[in-house]
């Protein structure tokens, strides 16, 4: 069974960087068959779409974040990585990390529990 | 940006009630929609994919129909298990999501 565990702090203060990992297991994140993604949800609102990467590194942003993201891949641990540079209180949210199906355009079938990160000083 | 509308935001229905949602895209999308169910303080859950595909594991009370714009997720007999929060989202272009709809118990 597939499993998506992200990690990382759960504070960060206004302009500084937020940083999570995403931990894979029970499947592989070298898998040509799959992207895998990050979305975000502010408290009590909906869905945002942050980012794509493909094992090989190919990544795909959203636009309206302005290039603060950065997301990687480190096939040898299994994991991915999100960096979102000078946060501010709006990115305050649960982040999730997901894979994606390509067969039908991007679905995300299997999600991790999500982690909530609070921008504050 | 693809906006994805849908409707209504919440309702109230009682256990065994034929419910639909819907969720109308900014321009055609052709088949490209999925749904999501997701549960307070947990990750939303796919239901169904490509407008009509159920996911493997999900009821077959679960429906999705539509193309285009225009889509619809229905919920044939409603169960206690079915409150929760509904996600529609495209997947024809850079994904986004609707703004949800929460099914409210009556």
Redesign the interface.
């Known amino acids: 069974q597939l499993q998506l565990q992200e990690s990382g702090p759960g504070l960060v203060k206004p302009s500084e960087t937020l940083s999570l990992t995403c931990t894979v297991s029970g499947g592989s994140i070298s898998s040509s068959s799959y992207y895998w993604g990050w979305i975000r949800q502010p408290p009590g609102k909906?869905?945002?779409?942050i980012g794509t990467i493909y094992y090989s590194g190919s990544t795909?942003d959203?636009?309206?974040l302005k290039s603060r993201v950065t997301i990687s891949v480190d096939t040898s641990k299994n994991q991915l990585s999100l960096r979102l540079t000078s946060v501010t209180a709006a990115d305050t949210a649960v982040y999730?990390c997901?894979r994606l199906?390509t067969s039908?355009?991007?679905?995300?079938?299997y999600?991790?529990?999500?982690t909530l990160v609070t921008v504050s000083s | 940006?693809i906006q994805m509308t849908q409707s209504p935001s919440s309702l109230s229905a009682s256990v065994g009630d034929r419910v639909t949602i819907t969720c109308r895209a900014s321009q055609s999308i052709s088949s490209?929609l999925?749904w999501?169910q997701q549960k307070p303080g947990?990750?939303?859950?796919?239901l169904i994919?490509?407008a009509s595909?159920l996911?493997s594991g999900v009821p077959s009370r679960f429906s999705g129909s539509g193309s285009g714009t225009d889509f619809t997720l229905t919920i044939s007999s409603l169960q206690p298990e079915d409150f929760a929060s509904y996600?529609c989202?495209?997947?024809?272009t850079?994904?986004?999501?609707?703004?949800?709809t929460k099914v409210e118990i009556k």
């Open positions: 909906g869905l945002e779409w795909y959203n636009p309206s999730y997901a199906l039908s355009g991007w679905t995300f079938d999600w991790g529990q999500g | 940006d490209y999925n999501y947990k990750a939303p859950n796919l994919y490509t595909s996911q996600f989202q495209q997947s024809y850079n994904p986004t999501f609707g703004q949800g």
